[in-house]
């Protein structure tokens, strides 16, 4: 079996990202745990982390600490089970749910269902953010417990609940648009107007040009990974982008951006999809992200 | 020498994630994409592109992209030089500049300035987001032309300028505070009451509580990697955080937010480190740069 004593103290080094912090959680000493991190990499014969600063986990390293958050809340459910089993120290530990979402729903309505289940529990959540299109490759390959993700189909070992759409719409400053759309949004100005573009990931300023000119067309791009920067260069007159509804609602009412084409929404259906057999253990949280999703998504006939 | 033409085709790849979107921005058959890029890599003896959904950059393909956009910034320059230099085609393209920032500078402003930049320049750019403490890395690795960083010594090759602080404070909501902090910011309050933490390389909770406390604690931490998720997060009382003054300001006034303790700013110094031989190039952006962090950043004696 895994020296799980040996693990705790792997996962505090790559928490705190250095052996001396690291110490001073677990209230031993800087020797005592570079011995045993040491002892435990000799035991499996490979590195779980990288020195370094900050000390980061190799892959490896990282499917260990993953693991041993799953023990945890094993171990937590047991606990719920066995009240009168003392474990004074081990009750403490508080485990770290790791989900993924994509920037989009973090920004407009994921945070609210995670601020809300995190009040009335005592997990702690590390959120990681990719693209909606890539989200259930983190569950895949077991990186996160559940997560919110495009994939309609469900992930093998996985439930899967459909929460709704996220409303984008394709907008842009009025200057820019008499600038770079004076006769309207056509093949020609797509190709020279400059746009916004998460990252490479990010296909849906294709899937909307698609939509409005019938085919794929590439103009000049500005990169920019932030769902709040995309609104702020939005209203800066820097490019146009496809900016989450929620976000651009008040600015387009106030007409400091306006739609690149009235009325031409793009609906990017979600889904949450989480690990089987961690299911029920996520059910809290999994009912305050419909919850949220329900009040905040687009709905069919809605 | 390189074989541009197919540099430009590997590049053209890259951007758009696919062999038939690269044929439909060079204007040519996605055939004959697939021909060069094999050509050129068999030429080289590497593989420059990982074939996949979308198609991305091995190591060596990203940098001689990074070639590629330094060589046509070099080309922009000469036909300035010799205007009657007939490049109708080239001329065309547009040069991306590669910049990079931590995620809490672009939040508040930095984006002004490149915004102002990208309106009157021909450029486009692409915004690299990391920790302010490692954005020297991708200007020492060459991946990034310029970067925002909190690194005081200069890079060798590179110009640095000071820009001035960026001021956060320690904020919760009310109620946190209330049900986390009833006797005040001690260390046993620390160590149990759950904090927000960007990720691994976010360092400025550490360097508040040891400005504080005299030492260094960790406490139960809540994993989130966005700035205005992170101001969501404190509003909503999942944990308190090191949130930018200017971005949390107007909340602190209305009472939204509290300080955790009084008047106890972390100010970090910020400097723009740009690559020796692009820094006359990059005068425009550095302009606006200056200029931005002249009026919002905080400055000795102000």
Redesign the interface.
């Known amino acids: 079996m895994l020296d799980y004593s040996a693990l705790r103290t792997v996962a505090a080094v790559?928490?705190?990202?250095s052996f001396?912090?690291a110490a001073?959680?677990l209230n031993v000493t800087p020797s005592a745990v570079s011995q045993r991190v040491k002892l435990i990499e000799e035991r499996l014969g490979i590195v779980l982390i990288v020195r370094g600063s900050?000390c980061?986990a190799t892959e490896t390293g990282e499917w260990l600490c993953r693991h041993l958050e799953n023990v945890g809340m094993l171990e937590e459910e047991l606990l719920k089970q066995l009240p009168t089993l003392a474990a004074p120290d081990e009750a403490r530990q508080?485990v770290?749910l790791h989900i993924a979402t994509n920037?989009d729903s973090?920004?407009t309505w994921f945070?609210?269902a995670?601020?809300?289940f995190?009040?009335q529990s005592h997990h702690?959540?590390?959120?990681?953010?990719d693209d909606e299109d890539h989200t259930a490759e983190w569950l895949q390959r077991g990186r996160v417990l559940a997560a919110v993700t495009s994939l309609e189909k469900p992930i093998q070992g996985c439930r899967h609940l459909s929460l709704g759409a996220l409303r984008y719409r394709a907008t842009a400053s009025p200057d820019f648009m008499a600038r770079h759309f004076p006769d309207g949004v056509t093949a020609d100005a797509l190709v020279s107007a400059?746009s916004l573009l998460f990252n490479?990931?990010d296909?849906l300023q294709?899937r909307w040009i698609r939509q409005i000119i019938g085919?794929?067309?590439?103009g000049?791009?500005?990169?920019?990974?932030?769902?709040?920067?995309f609104v702020?260069?939005s209203l800066?007159?820097?490019?146009w982008g496809m900016n989450p509804e929620l976000l651009v609602g008040e600015h387009l009412k106030a007409g400091r951006l306006v739609e690149l084409r009235t009325q031409t929404p793009l609906d990017i259906p979600l889904y949450w999809q989480m690990n089987r057999l961690a299911a029920d253990r996520l059910a809290d949280l999994t009912r305050e992200v419909v919850q949220t999703a329900r009040l905040l998504l687009r709905h069919e006939g809605r």
């Open positions: 790559i928490q705190t990202g001396e912090k001073g959680l900050p980061t508080r770290t920037a973090l920004a945070l609210t995670v601020a809300n995190t009040k702690l959540v590390n959120v990681a953010i400059p490479q990931k296909r294709a085919r794929e067309l590439a000049p791009v500005h990169w920019l990974p932030s769902t709040q920067s702020d260069a800066a007159g820097m490019g």
